[in-house]
């Protein structure tokens, strides 16, 4: 047994337990104030891809968060983020890592910050790289975005996976982490993702319970009711 695999072993418990604590209390304190369309501490959401349109710039949220105000306009078209948008020319189009301008974008941004994403040299940006076409293989293989707990440890709910915020119309949007898992799953058409919730608008909570259920379990349609 590798010192990891013990770790794991007997950290999951504890960290795991604490977590839990922590979300009963939010989600309790959630329900009393928002009743049960109130988003959960690290809940799993599934989100419909074609009813995404947007990114959202409004960073620096908790999960769980209820948020009145216009933070929803400070956002931009999905497809209009550098890394989705490489993303889609490299796996949808065809094109080398370098064609798609991914090679020259990250290694600007080591420039500019020294560390970007945990890489600091060309040599670990190419290894970044392959790694992520091997995990778009698996994904395509599996059809399927895996939920985070799948594949890591010491995770609660969804914590650590997609972030999305929800808008005051119902519709999520892309809140900033998860970016090549997207531009995988736009890339092979795939009709949804697991994702955990940050901010939420109060007008856009009457679509949390829909957004809880995975694709073919239920059909509403993405219209409140009047």
């Known amino acids: 047994m590798s010192f990891r695999t013990a ?9 795991l337990g604490k977590l839990a604590l922590r979300g009963r209390r939010r989600d309790r304190a959630a329900a009393l104030t928002h009743g049960v369309e109130g988003p959960r501490y690290c809940e799993r959401i599934w989100v419909r891809l074609d009813e995404v349109r947007e990114e959202s710039l409004t960073r ?23 890394k989705i948008a490489y993303c889609l020319r490299h796996w949808r189009d065809g094109l080398t890592w370098d064609e798609t301008g991914a090679i020259d974008y990250t290694m600007g941004q080591i420039s500019d910050n020294v560390v970007y994403d945990h890489l600091t040299t060309k040599a670990q940006v190419l290894r970044r790289f392959a790694t992520l076409d091997r995990i ?4 395509r293989r599996e059809n399927r975005i895996r939920p985070v707990r799948e594949y890591r440890f010491l995770r609660y709910r969804e914590q650590g996976g997609l972030m999305f915020h929800i808008g005051p119309d119902g519709r999520p949007m892309f809140a900033g982490g ?3 898992r997207v531009g995988m799953a736009l890339s092979l058409g795939l009709r949804e993702v697991p994702a955990m ?17 995975p694709v073919g379990t ?9």
């Open 218 to 226: 239920e059909a509403a349609p993405l219209i409140q009711e009047s």
């Open 60 to 82: 620096g949220a908790k999960t769980a968060v209820v948020m009145g105000g216009d933070w929803y306009k400070n956002a931009r078209p999905l497809t209009d983020n550098p």
């Open 136 to 139: 778009f293989e698996q994904v």
């Open 7 to 15: 770790y794991n072993a007997l950290a999951t418990p504890f960290v």
């Open 178 to 180: 998860g970016h090549h």
């Open 197 to 213: 919730v940050l901010l939420a608008h109060p007008n856009g909570l009457w679509a949390l319970p829909r957004l809880r259920q």
